[in-house]
């Protein structure tokens, strides 16, 4: 999983074709276990490229994106969010929007 660390670096991922950003706080218990909860229930996770953030270290992507509370997991298609599931993340939609997705 790959970690963006700089602000500049935002717009290039979130442009790509299909890419999930999961916004994490250093101090979020819940963050630390977001990604094998995914692993866990999102079957077909392997084909979305994903990247996390750290809310902490870039303040600007948390106003520029309205990140209330973590984690927050996007979906991002060529700059467009296609999804936003935040603390509570209903596994089941971000399977369906990965298989709609790749189909």
């Given amino acids: 999983m790959n970690l963006i660390e ?3 670096d935002i717009e290039q991922v979130i442009n790509k074709d299909f890419v999930m950003l999961i916004a994490k706080s250093h101090t979020c218990s819940a963050c630390k276990s977001i990604k094998s909860m995914l692993d866990h229930n999102v079957p077909n ?3 979305i490229e ?6 902490d270290d870039i303040e ?6 309205l990140i209330f509370s973590v984690p927050t997991v996007l979906v991002f298609s ?3 969010e296609l999804l936003r599931e935040s603390r509570y993340i209903n596994y089941s939609k971000v399977s369906r929007l990965i298989e709609l997705y790749n189909n």
């Fill in 60 to 65: 600007q992507f948390r106003g520029d994106h």
């Fill in 78 to 80: 060529k700059g467009k």
């Fill in 6 to 8: 700089k602000y500049e």
């Fill in 45 to 47: 996770l392997k084909e």
């Fill in 50 to 55: 994903i990247y996390n953030i750290y809310i």
